[in-house]
C-alpha cells in the first residue's frame, strides 16, 4: 500500500520521536497509536514508520518547505490519486557504503542515485536515530524492475557474509540441477555465489543422485553461499527448499527374495499399498533380479518395506511344498499368466526351473492345507493345451541351419499370426548351441497344431538341401553389406539364394545362405538348389577375398594411457575404428588367453590393422607430451559485471573456448586474506574476479586474448532506447527476421523489439521495453549507427506504410476477388498497394477492406475496387430451369453456341465477361439451374433468347430415314457444301453415319422402321417435325436410282485378318467410294491388337537416390499371338463390274499386306508435347511414315503410347523415323 507523507509522519510520531514539521494550522498533538513488536529477524518486506528523507539539499526559502520531495508547497497536501504501479518497502539496520574508482567512499544519496537511474525507480529514505535503522521505500512501473533495484540497492548497503549449509549427498543434483540450471537460477535471483563441492570431493556427479541404504546415515557436504545479507539469507531458504522437498521422499529396495516366496509377495501387492498409510508411494518390481522397489513418502516408504520383509520371513518358516516332474514341454504351460491364474485358484506358486535347464521338475509351494489343490491345478493347467514336438531333421549343423533361418524370417510369428490361438517355440541360441537335437514346440487346441505341424513339415521339406554355410570373417560382413547391396538383392533375383548374415555383436564368421523355399522361383530340384547355392557360394567368397585380408596385431601400451585411446564416451576409440566398424580392438584381459593389462590387441582388414596401430602409438606419444604441454597456466582478473557474459548461458562461452582451443577455463570470485580485508572499502560493481586456463602455451595465450577482447568490447558496449510506434515494428523487422538480422551484422550490435503484450502492459522480452520501444545494445559507433538508419527507416515506412479502411457490399466480394483470386491480383500488380479482404460471415451485409501502401498506390486500388462493387450494385440475377439434356447444344462446340447467342444480345465478347454473364452446371452435376447475371438490358435480351431456343429444342424430334452409303458422299458435297445448303433450306440437322455428333443426336422416333437396316445406311435428322419430313423428302430425291443390273459376289477373309484389313473402318469407307457395300458372314470378337507387356518389377525407390527423367519405352511383342481363328464370308455388293473388280482387287491386297504384318510396337515418349510435330498438319507426317515405312502408325489421344503395327524391319524403321522427328522437336525449343 503506498503512504502519503502525513500517514509516514503520523507513524513517525506513533514511535516517540519528535515531529520535526509540526502543523501550521493544529497544534495539537497526533493521536498515539500502538507500537508495533520487534521482528527477532530482519523483516524485508514490511512498512517502517520513519518519513523519508529526500536526497537532494533542503529549500532555502523563506516560508516553512516540505523535506519530503523536492518541490515546494504547504506541508500536507491533498491526496492525489496517481499512485505508482508497484511499490515496496524494506529496513535497514546496518548499512557498508562501497568505494568509487578512485577510492573514495559513495553517500548514501550517491548510491540511490545510481540505482534510480539504473533501473529507473523512485527511491525514498528515512532514518530512525532512535533504533539507528533506515528504512527504503521504492516506487516502479513493473514488478520485474522493482525487484531488480531492490536487489541492487540491498548488494551496495549490506555488509557481505558467509553462510554454510549442511546438504545430503543425495540433494547435491537437484540443487545444482540439469547442467547447472537450478543453481544458476538461485544465483540469478539473489546474486549470491553458492559454492558446491566439486565431484571429486563428494563422490556424486551433477545431476545424479547416490543411492544409500536406509540404515546408514547419509553424508552432507557443506554448501556455501556469500553475499549481501538479506540476499544471501533469501538464497539459504531457497537451499533449504530444495533439500526439504529432496528429503521428503525416499527410495528403498527388498532384494533376494527367494523364487517361491515371490510370486506370493506380488499377490499381496493391495496390502503393501495399504500399509503406506494414504501416503504417497509406488511398487516397481524387478522379477528377473528377484527384487522390488518402493518409493515416496520416507514414512509410507519404511512401513512398506518393513511389512514386505516381514511377510518374507513368515513366508520362509511357513511355506511347503510338493515335488512332480513332468515333461520340459509341459513347463511352458505354467510360467506368466499361468503361474498367476494357478495362484488365484489355488493360492499356491509353481515354480519350474529355467526352459535351458534340462530338469523336468515342477515344484509346488504354498500353506500344508492348500497345497493338494495347488497340485491339481498344475497338472490341470499342464494338461489345458496339447504340445507337439517338432523335430527339426538332419545333422545337427542342418538343424542349425535351418533354426537360423525360421528365426531370420520371423517364421514362428508368422505362423501364430495365421493360426490364432497357436503359439510355436523354438529353441534358445544358448540351447542351441549345445543341444544334439533340436526340436520346435507347437502349443494349441490338436486341430490347429495339426495344421500347423503340416505348414511346418512343408517348409522343412522345401528347406532340406536348400541351406549351406559359408565361413566368411565377421569383421568384413558390414564392408560386404555396404558396397554390394545390390550384388547380395541380385543373388535371390538371379539364384533365388538369400544370404543372412550374423548379428555384429556376435561376432560370428559363418555366413548362412538359403535357396528360398516361399519364392515363386523355387524349384523341388535338388540338383537345381545345389547349382545355384554353389554359385552363390563362389560369388560370395570371392566378394569376401575382394574385400580384405584380415590380420591381427598385439601392441604393448601402459594401462594408465588406455583411457586416453577410449576417450570420453568412447569417442576417441569410434574415430580409429570408423564408420564402417571393421576393426576390432580390445584391451586388457579382454585381448586374449595370454594377455595381460597392458595388452592392447587389434584385429581386422591388414590396412585398417597398420593405420590404427599407428594411431594408437600416436595417441599415446600425444598423451605423453600433453601431461608436459598442459601443465602451462596463466591467471588474470576481469572485472566481476563481465563474468556472466564471458562464461556465456550454463557455460556455453567457455565450453566453446575449450572445444575450439582445448583448454580449461576457470572463473572464480576467491580472493586472498588481504583483498578480503580491503573488500569492505571496494564493494560495488567493479569488483574483480579470478580467471585461469590451462592447456597448451600457445592455446592458453590465444583464449586469454580472445577473453580480453570480450572483455573490451563488453567496456564499450552501451544501449539506447528508441521510441518507435508498434505498428512500423513488422516492417522494420522483415519477414524472419532479415532486416533487422542485417543491421545487427552490419554494426555489431543487438536489437530487441517487444514481444507479446503481458499482464502489466509491457513487451514480454528479457529487457524490459513498452510497446512502443526497441532497444539497441552494441558498441557505441554500432548503436549510433544502428540507432541513425533504424529511424530513417522509420520514416521511410510513415511514407510508404499509409493504412486506410472501407467496406464493400459483401456479395460484391466474390467479383472483387475473381476467379481463384485473379481479379484481386491484378489490381494489386497494377497499383503496387497491398489488400486485405476480412474474412465475414454470410449473414454480414457489410465487408471491410485494408489497404496498405502509398498514398497514390492505395487512391487507385480504392477507386478500381469501388468500381467494381458499383457495377456488381447495378446487376441482376436471374435464374432459369434448363434441362441438362440441352446443355450441350447450348454451349456448342467450344462455347461457339454460346457466344454466338450472347453477341446476338448486345452482349460482351471477352471470355472472362461472358463467364461471368451465364454460368451452367459443371459437367456431371445433375442440377438444371442455369444463372445469368449481369447489366439489366442485356440479362433479360439473352434469358428471352434462351427461353426461344430451348422451347424450339423441346420440340426437336430425331427422325431416321436409309439412305444408301454410297450416295452419302455426293450428297455431303465437297467441304459439306450440299450438306449445308439442304440444312439452310430446311431448318433441320443432318447426321451421317461416322461423323462425331452423329451418336450424341439420340436415338431416331422411327428407329424400329429400320431394324433389318445396315447401320451405314441410316441418316439421322433432327428438328422440328416439319424441317425434318422436308429434309428427309429432299434426301429421298436426291439419291440416284440403283443400277438395275447390281452384280455381287463373296470373298473369304480369316478372322485374325479383319482388324489389320478394317483400319477401324477406313477400308470400308474406301470400298463405298467404288459404289460396293460388304456384308460380313461372322464379325470378329476379339481385338487382333494384343496388350501392351507389363512392366518388369523394378526395385522399389529409395528416397535418397535422385529421381532420374524419364525416358523412352519401346517394346515389341507379336501381332498374331492370341488370335480369333476361322473364316468369315464377305459379300460384295456393286454397282457395275468395274466396281466389284476394284473391290475384289482391294481385299487381295488387303489381305496380303495383312499377312506382311508379323509384330507390334509400343512406343511411349515421356510426354505428349512432342506428338503435334510427329503428326504433323492434319496427320501430314504420320502418312508420310506410313508410305516410307509400310507400318501402320496409330497416335494414342489419351496417353503418350504410339502404337506401330507391321513387319518387324518396318516397325523399327518407323520408330526410328518418330525419335527422329521428337529429337529435332527438343533441339527447336
Same mark, same amino acid.
Given at each position: 500500500? %503506498?503512504?502519503?507523507?502525513?500517514?509516514?509522519?503520523?507513524?513517525?510520531?506513533?514511535?516517540?520521536?519528535?515531529?520535526?514539521?509540526?502543523?501550521?494550522?493544529?497544534?495539537?498533538?497526533?493521536?498515539?497509536?500502538?507500537?508495533?513488536?520487534?521482528?527477532?529477524?530482519?523483516?524485508?518486506?514490511?512498512?517502517?514508520?520513519?518519513? @523519508?528523507?529526500?536526497?537532494?539539499?533542503?529549500?532555502?526559502?523563506?516560508?516553512?518547505?516540505?523535506?519530503?520531495?523536492?518541490?515546494?508547497?504547504?506541508?500536507?497536501?491533498?491526496?492525489?490519486?496517481?499512485?505508482?504501479?508497484?511499490?515496496?518497502?524494506?529496513?535497514?539496520?546496518?548499512?557498508?557504503?562501497?568505494?568509487?574508482?578512485?577510492?573514495?567512499?559513495?553517500?548514501?544519496?550517491?548510491?540511490?542515485?545510481?540505482?534510480?537511474?539504473?533501473?529507473?525507480?523512485?527511491?525514498?529514505?528515512?532514518?530512525?536515530?532512535?533504533?539507528?535503522?533506515?528504512?527504503?521505500?521504492?516506487?516502479?512501473?513493473?514488478?520485474?524492475?522493482?525487484?531488480?533495484?531492490?536487489?541492487?540497492?540491498?548488494?551496495?548497503?549490506?555488509?557481505?557474509?558467509?553462510?554454510?549449509?549442511?546438504?545430503?549427498?543425495?540433494?547435491?543434483?537437484?540443487?545444482?540441477?540439469?547442467?547447472?540450471?537450478?543453481?544458476?537460477?538461485?544465483?540469478?535471483?539473489?546474486?549470491?555465489?553458492?559454492?558446491?563441492?566439486?565431484?571429486?570431493?563428494?563422490?556424486?556427479?551433477?545431476?545424479?543422485?547416490?543411492?544409500?541404504?536406509?540404515?546408514?546415515?547419509?553424508?552432507?557436504?557443506?554448501?556455501?553461499?556469500?553475499?549481501?545479507?538479506?540476499?544471501?539469507?533469501?538464497?539459504?531458504?531457497?537451499?533449504?527448499?530444495?533439500?526439504?522437498?529432496?528429503?521428503?521422499?525416499?527410495?528403498?529396495?527388498?532384494?533376494?527374495?527367494?523364487?517361491?516366496?515371490?510370486?506370493?509377495?506380488?499377490?499381496?501387492?493391495?496390502?503393501?499399498?495399504?500399509?503406506?498409510?494414504?501416503?504417497?508411494?509406488?511398487?516397481?518390481?524387478?522379477?528377473?533380479?528377484?527384487?522390488?522397489?518402493?518409493?515416496?513418502?520416507?514414512?509410507?516408504?519404511?512401513?512398506?518395506?518393513?511389512?514386505?520383509?516381514?511377510?518374507?520371513?513368515?513366508?520362509?518358516?511357513?511355506?511347503?511344498?510338493?515335488?512332480?516332474?513332468?515333461?520340459?514341454?509341459?513347463?511352458?504351460?505354467?510360467?506368466?499368466?499361468?503361474?498367476?491364474?494357478?495362484?488365484?485358484?489355488?493360492?499356491?506358486?509353481?515354480?519350474?526351473?529355467?526352459?535351458?535347464?534340462?530338469?523336468?521338475?515342477?515344484?509346488?509351494?504354498?500353506?500344508?492345507?492348500?497345497?493338494?489343490?495347488?497340485?491339481?491345478?498344475?497338472?490341470?493347467?499342464?494338461?489345458?493345451?496339447?504340445?507337439?514336438?517338432?523335430?527339426?531333421?538332419?545333422?545337427?549343423?542342418? @538343424?542349425?541351419?535351418?533354426?537360423?533361418?525360421?528365426?531370420?524370417?520371423?517364421?514362428?510369428?508368422?505362423?501364430?499370426?495365421?493360426?490364432?490361438?497357436?503359439?510355436?517355440?523354438?529353441?534358445?541360441?544358448?540351447?542351441?548351441?549345445?543341444?544334439?537335437?533340436?526340436?520346435?514346440?507347437?502349443?494349441?487346441?490338436?486341430?490347429?497344431?495339426?495344421?500347423?505341424?503340416?505348414?511346418?513339415?512343408?517348409?522343412?521339406?522345401?528347406?532340406?538341401?536348400?541351406?549351406?554355410?559359408?565361413?566368411?570373417?565377421?569383421?568384413?560382413?558390414?564392408?560386404?553389406?555396404?558396397?554390394?547391396?545390390?550384388?547380395?538383392?541380385?543373388?535371390?533375383?538371379?539364384?533365388?539364394?538369400?544370404?543372412?548374415?550374423?548379428?555384429?555383436?556376435?561376432?560370428?564368421?559363418?555366413?548362412?545362405?538359403?535357396?528360398?523355399?516361399?519364392?515363386?522361383?523355387?524349384?523341388?530340384?535338388?540338383?537345381?538348389?545345389?547349382?545355384?547355392?554353389?554359385?552363390?557360394?563362389?560369388?560370395?567368397?570371392?566378394?569376401?577375398?575382394?574385400?580384405?585380408?584380415?590380420?591381427?596385431?598385439?601392441?604393448?601400451?601402459?594401462?594408465?594411457?588406455?583411457?586416453?585411446?577410449? =576417450?570420453? =564416451?568412447?569417442?576417441?576409440?569410434?574415430?580409429?575404428?570408423?564408420?564402417?566398424?571393421?576393426?576390432?580392438?580390445?584391451?586388457?584381459?579382454?585381448?586374449?588367453?595370454?594377455?595381460?593389462?597392458?595388452?592392447?590387441?587389434?584385429?581386422?582388414?591388414?590396412?585398417?590393422?597398420?593405420?590404427?596401430?599407428?594411431?594408437?602409438?600416436?595417441?599415446?606419444?600425444?598423451?605423453?607430451?600433453?601431461?608436459?604441454?598442459?601443465?602451462?597456466?596463466?591467471?588474470?582478473?576481469?572485472?566481476?559485471?563481465?563474468?556472466?557474459?564471458?562464461?556465456?548461458?550454463?557455460?556455453?562461452?567457455?565450453?566453446?573456448?575449450?572445444?575450439?582451443?582445448?583448454?580449461?577455463?576457470?572463473?572464480?570470485?576467491?580472493?586472498?586474506?588481504?583483498?578480503?580485508?580491503?573488500?569492505?572499502?571496494?564493494?560495488?560493481?567493479?569488483?574483480?574476479?579470478?580467471?585461469?586456463?590451462?592447456?597448451?602455451?600457445?592455446?592458453?595465450?590465444?583464449?586469454?586474448?580472445?577473453?580480453?577482447?570480450?572483455?573490451?568490447?563488453?567496456?564499450?558496449?552501451?544501449?539506447?532506447?528508441?521510441?518507435?510506434?508498434?505498428?512500423?515494428?513488422?516492417?522494420?523487422?522483415?519477414?524472419?527476421?532479415?532486416?533487422?538480422?542485417?543491421?545487427?551484422?552490419?554494426?555489431?550490435?543487438?536489437?530487441?523489439?517487444?514481444?507479446?503484450?503481458?499482464?502489466?502492459?509491457?513487451?514480454?522480452?528479457?529487457?524490459?521495453?513498452?510497446?512502443?520501444?526497441?532497444?539497441?545494445?552494441?558498441?557505441?559507433?554500432?548503436?549510433?549507427?544502428?540507432?541513425?538508419?533504424?529511424?530513417?527507416?522509420?520514416?521511410?515506412?510513415?511514407?510508404?506504410?499509409?493504412?486506410?479502411?472501407?467496406?464493400?457490399?459483401?456479395?460484391?466480394?466474390?467479383?472483387?476477388?475473381?476467379?481463384?483470386?485473379?481479379?484481386?491480383?491484378?489490381?494489386?500488380?497494377?497499383?503496387?498497394?497491398?489488400?486485405?479482404?476480412?474474412?465475414?460471415?454470410?449473414?454480414?451485409?457489410?465487408?471491410?477492406?485494408?489497404?496498405?501502401?502509398?498514398?497514390?498506390?492505395?487512391?487507385?486500388?480504392?477507386? $478500381?475496387?469501388?468500381?467494381?462493387?458499383?457495377?456488381?450494385?447495378?446487376?441482376?440475377?436471374?435464374?432459369?430451369?434448363?434441362?441438362?439434356?440441352?446443355?450441350?447444344?447450348?454451349?456448342?462446340?467450344?462455347?461457339?453456341?454460346?457466344?454466338?447467342?450472347?453477341?446476338?444480345?448486345?452482349?460482351?465478347?471477352? @471470355?472472362? %465477361?461472358?463467364?461471368?454473364?451465364?454460368?451452367?452446371?459443371?459437367?456431371?452435376?445433375?442440377?438444371?439451374?442455369?444463372?445469368?447475371?449481369?447489366?439489366?438490358?442485356?440479362?433479360?435480351?439473352?434469358?428471352?433468347?434462351?427461353?426461344?431456343?430451348?422451347?424450339?429444342?423441346?420440340?426437336?424430334?430425331?427422325?431416321?430415314?436409309?439412305?444408301?452409303?454410297? @450416295?452419302?458422299?455426293?450428297?455431303?458435297?465437297?467441304?459439306?457444301?450440299?450438306?449445308?445448303?439442304?440444312?439452310?433450306?430446311?431448318?433441320?440437322?443432318?447426321?451421317?453415319?461416322?461423323?462425331?455428333?452423329?451418336?450424341?443426336?439420340?436415338? $431416331?422416333?422411327?428407329?424400329?422402321?429400320?431394324?433389318?437396316?445396315?447401320?451405314?445406311?441410316?441418316?439421322?435428322?433432327?428438328?422440328?417435325?416439319?424441317?425434318?419430313?422436308?429434309?428427309?423428302?429432299?434426301?429421298?430425291?436426291?439419291?440416284?436410282?440403283?443400277?438395275?443390273?447390281?452384280?455381287?459376289?463373296?470373298?473369304?477373309?480369316?478372322?485374325?485378318?479383319?482388324?489389320?484389313?478394317?483400319?477401324?473402318?477406313?477400308?470400308?469407307?474406301?470400298?463405298?467410294?467404288?459404289?460396293?457395300?460388304?456384308?460380313?458372314?461372322?464379325?470378329?470378337?476379339?481385338?487382333?491388337?494384343?496388350?501392351?507387356?507389363?512392366?518388369?518389377?523394378?526395385?522399389?525407390?529409395?528416397?535418397?537416390?535422385?529421381?532420374?527423367?524419364?525416358?523412352?519405352?519401346?517394346?515389341?511383342?507379336?501381332?498374331?499371338?492370341?488370335?480369333?481363328?476361322?473364316?468369315?464370308?464377305?459379300?460384295?455388293? %456393286?454397282?457395275?463390274?468395274?466396281?466389284?473388280?476394284?473391290?475384289?482387287?482391294?481385299?487381295?491386297?488387303?489381305?496380303?499386306?495383312?499377312?506382311?504384318?508379323?509384330?507390334?510396337?509400343?512406343?511411349?515418349?515421356?510426354?505428349?508435347?512432342?506428338?503435334?510435330?510427329?503428326?504433323?498438319?492434319?496427320?501430314?507426317?504420320?502418312?508420310?511414315?506410313?508410305?516410307?515405312?509400310?507400318?501402320?502408325?496409330?497416335?494414342?489421344?489419351?496417353?503418350?503410347?504410339?502404337?506401330?503395327?507391321?513387319?518387324?524391319?518396318?516397325?523399327?524403321?518407323?520408330?526410328?523415323?518418330?525419335?527422329?522427328?521428337?529429337?529435332?522437336?527438343?533441339?527447336?525449343?
Amino acid at each position: 500500500m %503506498a503512504l502519503s507523507a502525513a500517514d509516514l509522519q503520523r507513524r513517525h510520531d506513533a514511535e516517540g520521536a519528535p515531529d520535526p514539521f509540526p502543523p501550521i494550522a493544529d497544534s495539537a498533538a497526533p493521536e498515539a497509536r500502538p507500537k508495533p513488536a520487534a521482528a527477532e529477524e530482519l523483516d524485508t518486506g514490511s512498512h517502517s514508520a520513519f518519513p @523519508s528523507l529526500a536526497p537532494s539539499a533542503p529549500t532555502t526559502k523563506p516560508a516553512p518547505k516540505s523535506a519530503w520531495g523536492a518541490s515546494g508547497g504547504p506541508r500536507i497536501k491533498p491526496v492525489i490519486a496517481k499512485t505508482p504501479v508497484y511499490t515496496d518497502s524494506f529496513t535497514l539496520s546496518t548499512m557498508e557504503l562501497s568505494t568509487t574508482r578512485d577510492g573514495k567512499p559513495m553517500t548514501l544519496g550517491e548510491v540511490m542515485k545510481q540505482v534510480m537511474a539504473k533501473y529507473k525507480v523512485k527511491l525514498e529514505a528515512s532514518q530512525n536515530q532512535k533504533t539507528r535503522q533506515t528504512t527504503f521505500h521504492i516506487k516502479a512501473e513493473s514488478q520485474k524492475e522493482l525487484e531488480k533495484a531492490k536487489r541492487s540497492l540491498l548488494a551496495l548497503l549490506s555488509p557481505d557474509i558467509t553462510l554454510t549449509i549442511d546438504a545430503p549427498v543425495s540433494t547435491l543434483g537437484t540443487i545444482v540441477g540439469p547442467k547447472g540450471a537450478t543453481l544458476k537460477q538461485i544465483r540469478d535471483q539473489t546474486g549470491v555465489r553458492v559454492d558446491v563441492p566439486r565431484k571429486e570431493s563428494n563422490g556424486t556427479a551433477n545431476g545424479h543422485t547416490t543411492t544409500v541404504d536406509e540404515e546408514e546415515e547419509e553424508p552432507t557436504v557443506p554448501v556455501t553461499l556469500t553475499g549481501p545479507q538479506p540476499l544471501a539469507y533469501e538464497a539459504r531458504d531457497l537451499l533449504k527448499q530444495i533439500i526439504a522437498s529432496k528429503t521428503s521422499k525416499a527410495t528403498q529396495r527388498v532384494r533376494d527374495i527367494p523364487d517361491h516366496v515371490l510370486p506370493f509377495v506380488i499377490a499381496r501387492k493391495a496390502q503393501f499399498e495399504a500399509a503406506a498409510q494414504g501416503g504417497d508411494l509406488k511398487l516397481f518390481l524387478n522379477q528377473a533380479g528377484r527384487e522390488i522397489t518402493v518409493s515416496g513418502d520416507r514414512e509410507a516408504v519404511v512401513r512398506v518395506v518393513d511389512a514386505i520383509k516381514s511377510f518374507i520371513e513368515d513366508s520362509k518358516s511357513s511355506l511347503k511344498n510338493l515335488k512332480t516332474s513332468l515333461p520340459k514341454r509341459q513347463h511352458r504351460l505354467l510360467v506368466g499368466k499361468a503361474a498367476q491364474d494357478i495362484m488365484a485358484e489355488s493360492k499356491c506358486a509353481v515354480v519350474v526351473a529355467d526352459h535351458d535347464d534340462p530338469s523336468d521338475e515342477v515344484i509346488v509351494w504354498g500353506q500344508p492345507a492348500d497345497l493338494p489343490a495347488g497340485l491339481t491345478a498344475v497338472m490341470a493347467q499342464a494338461n489345458s493345451k496339447y504340445i507337439h514336438e517338432f523335430p527339426l531333421p538332419g545333422p545337427i549343423a542342418t @538343424s542349425r541351419q535351418i533354426l537360423t533361418y525360421m528365426i531370420r524370417t520371423q517364421y514362428p510369428k508368422t505362423l501364430t499370426t495365421a493360426n490364432p490361438g497357436v503359439s510355436v517355440f523354438t529353441p534358445s541360441a544358448a540351447a542351441a548351441e549345445k543341444a544334439p537335437a533340436l526340436n520346435i514346440d507347437i502349443v494349441g487346441d490338436k486341430s490347429d497344431v495339426d495344421a500347423v505341424v503340416r505348414q511346418v513339415s512343408e517348409l522343412i521339406g522345401k528347406l532340406f538341401g536348400a541351406t549351406q554355410e559359408l565361413t566368411v570373417d565377421w569383421l568384413i560382413h558390414r564392408v560386404i553389406m555396404g558396397k554390394n547391396a545390390k550384388k547380395l538383392k541380385q543373388f535371390h533375383d538371379v539364384n533365388n539364394v538369400s544370404v543372412y548374415f550374423p548379428p555384429e555383436s556376435a561376432e560370428s564368421s559363418s555366413v548362412l545362405l538359403v535357396y528360398d523355399p516361399l519364392s515363386s522361383s523355387y524349384s523341388p530340384s535338388p540338383d537345381e538348389k545345389s547349382r545355384n547355392l554353389d554359385e552363390v557360394v563362389k560369388e560370395l567368397s570371392k566378394l569376401a577375398k575382394d574385400a580384405a585380408d584380415v590380420k591381427s596385431e598385439t601392441i604393448e601400451v601402459d594401462g594408465r594411457w588406455h583411457e586416453a585411446i577410449i =576417450g570420453e =564416451g568412447g569417442t576417441t576409440l569410434n574415430a580409429i575404428i570408423g564408420e564402417d566398424k571393421t576393426l576390432s580392438i580390445k584391451f586388457g584381459k579382454d585381448s586374449g588367453d595370454n594377455a595381460n593389462e597392458n595388452t592392447i590387441l587389434v584385429r581386422g582388414a591388414s590396412a585398417d590393422v597398420t593405420r590404427a596401430t599407428k594411431e594408437i602409438l600416436r595417441i599415446v606419444e600425444n598423451a605423453k607430451n600433453d601431461e608436459i604441454i598442459n601443465s602451462y597456466s596463466t591467471e588474470f582478473d576481469i572485472d566481476r559485471e563481465y563474468v556472466g557474459r564471458v562464461v556465456g548461458a550454463m557455460g556455453a562461452g567457455i565450453n566453446k573456448l575449450r572445444d575450439q582451443l582445448g583448454v580449461r577455463v576457470d572463473v572464480s570470485d576467491e580472493v586472498d586474506e588481504k583483498e578480503k580485508d580491503n573488500s569492505k572499502k571496494k564493494k560495488g560493481a567493479h569488483q574483480k574476479s579470478k580467471v585461469k586456463i590451462t592447456g597448451r602455451k600457445e592455446n592458453v595465450e590465444e583464449a586469454q586474448k580472445r577473453i580480453l577482447a570480450q572483455v573490451e568490447r563488453l567496456a564499450d558496449e552501451t544501449s539506447e532506447v528508441l521510441k518507435i510506434p508498434n505498428q512500423y515494428h513488422s516492417s522494420l523487422i522483415g519477414q524472419s527476421g532479415k532486416y533487422v538480422i542485417r543491421l545487427e551484422e552490419k554494426y555489431g550490435v543487438k536489437i530487441t523489439f517487444p514481444r507479446q503484450t503481458s499482464d502489466n502492459g509491457e513487451g514480454k522480452t528479457r529487457e524490459q521495453l513498452k510497446l512502443d520501444e526497441v532497444l539497441v545494445k552494441g558498441g557505441r559507433k554500432g548503436v549510433a549507427s544502428a540507432k541513425s538508419e533504424l529511424l530513417e527507416a522509420v520514416e521511410f515506412e510513415k511514407e510508404n506504410n499509409n493504412v486506410v479502411k472501407f467496406t464493400v457490399p459483401t456479395r460484391s466480394v466474390s467479383r472483387i476477388l475473381g476467379k481463384g483470386g485473379a481479379q484481386i491480383n491484378e489490381i494489386k500488380d497494377s497499383t503496387d498497394a497491398m489488400i486485405d479482404v476480412d474474412k465475414s460471415s454470410d449473414d454480414s451485409a457489410m465487408t471491410s477492406i485494408t489497404l496498405r501502401g502509398t498514398k497514390g498506390a492505395i487512391t487507385a486500388a480504392k477507386t $478500381a475496387i469501388l468500381a467494381i462493387a458499383e457495377q456488381v450494385a447495378e446487376e441482376i440475377t436471374v435464374t432459369l430451369s434448363i434441362e441438362n439434356k440441352y446443355h450441350r447444344t447450348l454451349i456448342g462446340v467450344g462455347g461457339q453456341g454460346l457466344k454466338d447467342m450472347v453477341a446476338r444480345c448486345d452482349g460482351p465478347t471477352d @471470355s472472362k %465477361a461472358l463467364a461471368t454473364l451465364i454460368r451452367f452446371p459443371r459437367q456431371g452435376e445433375p442440377s438444371n439451374e442455369v444463372r445469368l447475371r449481369g447489366e439489366a438490358t442485356i440479362v433479360n435480351k439473352l434469358k428471352a433468347e434462351l427461353e426461344k431456343t430451348v422451347a424450339d429444342l423441346r420440340d426437336r424430334v430425331v427422325l431416321a430415314v436409309e439412305i444408301p452409303a454410297a @450416295s452419302h458422299r455426293a450428297l455431303i458435297g465437297h467441304q459439306g457444301q450440299h450438306l449445308k445448303d439442304l440444312q439452310r433450306r430446311t431448318g433441320a440437322q443432318v447426321q451421317f453415319p461416322g461423323s462425331r455428333s452423329y451418336a450424341q443426336t439420340g436415338e $431416331a422416333e422411327n428407329a424400329s422402321d429400320f431394324a433389318n437396316t445396315d447401320s451405314g445406311d441410316i441418316v439421322k435428322v433432327s428438328g422440328s417435325r416439319t424441317a425434318c419430313e422436308k429434309a428427309i423428302e429432299d434426301l429421298k430425291n436426291s439419291v440416284k436410282s440403283a443400277a438395275p443390273g447390281a452384280v455381287t459376289d463373296t470373298i473369304t477373309v480369316p478372322l485374325k485378318y479383319h482388324h489389320a484389313i478394317s483400319q477401324n473402318g477406313q477400308f470400308f469407307r474406301n470400298l463405298r467410294n467404288y459404289g460396293v457395300q460388304v456384308e460380313q458372314s461372322v464379325h470378329p470378337q476379339k481385338s487382333a491388337l494384343p496388350d501392351r507387356p507389363a512392366a518388369n518389377g523394378d526395385e522399389p525407390a529409395r528416397i535418397d537416390e535422385e529421381e532420374s527423367a524419364p525416358e523412352v519405352q519401346w517394346e515389341v511383342v507379336e501381332y498374331y499371338q492370341d488370335v480369333e481363328e476361322g473364316d468369315s464370308v464377305w459379300t460384295l455388293k %456393286a454397282r457395275d463390274q468395274a466396281g466389284l473388280e476394284r473391290a475384289q482387287s482391294a481385299v487381295r491386297d488387303a489381305i496380303e499386306q495383312a499377312k506382311r504384318v508379323s509384330h507390334v510396337g509400343f512406343l511411349t515418349l515421356p510426354d505428349r508435347t512432342m506428338f503435334p510435330r510427329i503428326v504433323g498438319t492434319k496427320g501430314a507426317n504420320v502418312a508420310r511414315l506410313r508410305n516410307e515405312t509400310g507400318a501402320d502408325i496409330q497416335v494414342s489421344r489419351e496417353n503418350s503410347t504410339i502404337i506401330i503395327i507391321g513387319a518387324e524391319a518396318d516397325i523399327n524403321a518407323a520408330k526410328t523415323s518418330i525419335l527422329r522427328l521428337a529429337s529435332n522437336n527438343t533441339r527447336r525449343r
